[in-house]
């Protein structure tokens, strides 16, 4: 212990271990396979890097981020540690220079990009076995795993790496695996007996809020003007969505930038640099923005468009307040954006769109449900918090109880009647009593025809989403959607059973840009 310290005084320049680093770079000098799970920005690197200066020889690194592995290395050259990389980028020279490097014990770190491993069906591991390993170190190491939002097919070889090298550890590291996940990746990696890591993914001083997505760009403009000190990031799902939101900002007095991956990477880098220096104050990116940045004094980050996955969301919102102060997370989310990214999940192999509606669908039931926000994203991560937060917008909101028994029945027996083949548009239509063309003419005889037009559009809406949420009802969730009853549903049909929803009364000090108007 005492030497992994004066390492990480002597290299790093911090004075303690943080989380569960200091129980990770132990267990790996003890020459133990080790499971980290860490979120993003909690101080991953370390728990292999001080491991790697303790012990004799060379750690391969290996990680997904080929964009950032020259900075990794650079930052350790900065430090006096001996360091390369090793990925398809380089020209043959540069790759046997390194390797050189290699066979010469002169480096402390390698990094490998993925496909270095899979590249001469794994020969790679085999050019290893002259050369004395400290450790193996897998970064974001779900993408080992079918079941992580990330699957690399290269990843696979490194199942490979126990078997030839039993007496090295492995250390496998990810922010985002969910149980399955987590013993895939053991399973994947064989990993012996390893000591499994967990650090706590509630960022308690981090408020949630989500809206619904209206006026956004005024939304925001409030918002900014109400925080006028505040810095922060805002992710769009597109490269002409954060230019004009940028735009948009700018017009009105905002210190605004955007950044995605279609920026030339000199200029990309300069406006990187400006937001971390304080020169710019908003940064409107797509979620190609934020890997690696250390920027502590984020106070708030916005999603004007929905995430793909719970996992990117977190990764998103967990750049805000990095220096332990109170900030805020706020969410704009509307149907049409899960619509926009069902499609987009659509277009992918089957397997992978299968996986990708999945996730999308925990992102949507986030969005909707009724319940504390952080209790959600704690157990999505296998963790549990004990009660309410009192810091998402749930928790700061009052609820009445709502009897929905009546109007679920009518909705309930128009899709029953209507035999189970028709999506909410078409529903809503015909409980409303539309004349559109859609509404055929036998349609028009049923006695529920016409039953909900005491009610409108939106109010069918909300009743709907709340029935998924609750089980009473599913979304069939394919290319056509249409609306399933449930066995719950038969309840309510057939044995009047009683449905209690909750209703906001008075958005307390929830929904932040809401309080301005
Ligand atoms: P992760 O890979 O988990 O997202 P990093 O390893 O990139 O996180 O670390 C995030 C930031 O935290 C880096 O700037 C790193 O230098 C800093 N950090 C890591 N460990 C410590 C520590 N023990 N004390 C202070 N800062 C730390
Ligand atoms: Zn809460």
Redesign the pocket.
């Known amino acids: 212990m005492e030497k992994s310290l004066e390492i ?1 005084k002597k290299y ?1 320049g ?1 004075n ?3 989380l569960t ?1 200091a129980n990770a770079v132990e267990n790996v000098i003890a020459k133990k396979d080790t499971f980290v799970l ?9 728990c292999y890097q001080v491991p790697a200066l303790v012990l004799e020889g060379t750690a391969i690194v290996i990680s997904p981020l080929i964009a950032l592995m020259k900075d990794q290395v650079d930052a350790l050259r900065a430090n006096g540690i001996s360091a390369a990389f090793l990925n398809s980028s380089m020209n043959p020279n540069e790759q046997n220079e390194t390797f050189r490097q290699l066979k010469d014990g002169k480096l402390k770190l390698l990094y490998v990009a993925p496909e270095k491993l899979s590249a001469d069906n794994g020969h790679f591991l085999n050019l290893l076995k002259d050369i004395n390993i400290s450790l193996f170190a897998v970064d974001e190491a779900h993408c080992v795993s079918h079941w992580g939002h990330d699957f690399r097919p290269d990843y696979l070889f490194l199942n490979g790496i126990k078997e030839q090298f039993p007496q090295t550890p492995i250390i496998a590291l990810t ?1 985002s695996a969910d149980e399955i996940t987590r013993q895939d990746i053991i399973k994947q990696l064989n990993l012996q007996d390893p000591t499994v890591l967990i650090s706590s993914f509630n960022r308690a001083n981090i408020k949630y809020f989500v809206q619904p997505k209206q006026s956004v760009s005024n939304h925001i403009i409030q918002y900014l003007n109400e925080h006028p000190n505040d810095s922060g990031i805002i992710y769009c799902l597109s490269r002409k969505g954060t230019e004009e939101l940028a735009n948009y900002l700018k017009e009105n007095g905002i210190n605004a930038a955007y950044y995605h991956a279609g920026i030339p990477s000199v200029e990309r880098a300069k406006v990187q640099d400006d937001f971390i220096k304080d020169k710019i104050r908003v940064m409107i990116a797509t979620i190609a923005f934020g890997m ?1 940045i ?1 920027k502590s004094n984020v106070r708030f980050v916005i999603h004007a468009d929905l995430p793909k996955n719970i996992e990117s969301y977190y990764q998103e919102t967990g750049r805000a307040g990095r220096d332990g102060l109170p900030s805020e997370a706020i969410l704009f989310y509307s149907n049409a954006d899960v619509m926009k990214l069902k499609n987009f999940a659509m277009s992918e192999n089957e397997e992978q769109s299968s996986l990708m509606l999945r996730k999308l669908q925990q992102m949507t039931d986030f969005a909707e449900m009724h319940k504390c926000r952080r209790q959600y994203l704690m157990e999505y991560f296998g963790e549990s918090h004990p009660g309410n937060c009192n810091s998402c917008d749930y928790c700061l909101s009052e609820f009445e109880n709502w009897d929905a028994t009546i109007d679920a029945q009518k909705l309930l027996s128009a899709i029953f009647r209507l035999k189970e083949r028709f999506g909410k548009n078409l529903i809503i239509d015909f409980l409303r009593g539309s004349k559109s063309v859609k509404i055929k003419d036998y349609m028009k005889d049923m006695p529920t025809y016409g039953i909900g037009a005491n009610s409108d559009k939106k109010y069918w809406q909300n009743l709907i989403r709340q029935l998924i949420i609750n089980d009473f009802l599913k979304d069939s969730n394919d290319e056509y959607p249409v609306l399933k009853l449930t066995e719950s549903s038969k309840e309510i049909l057939f044995n009047s059973r009683k449905v209690n929803l909750q209703k906001v009364k008075d958005l307390v000090k929830a929904v932040t840009v809401e309080d301005i108007e």
Do not use: E, H, I, N
């Not at 860490?38 to 370390?46: F, Q």
């Open positions: 990480l790093f911090y303690r271990f943080r680093q860490m979120p993003t920005g909690g101080g991953k690197s370390l922010a690696g250390d």
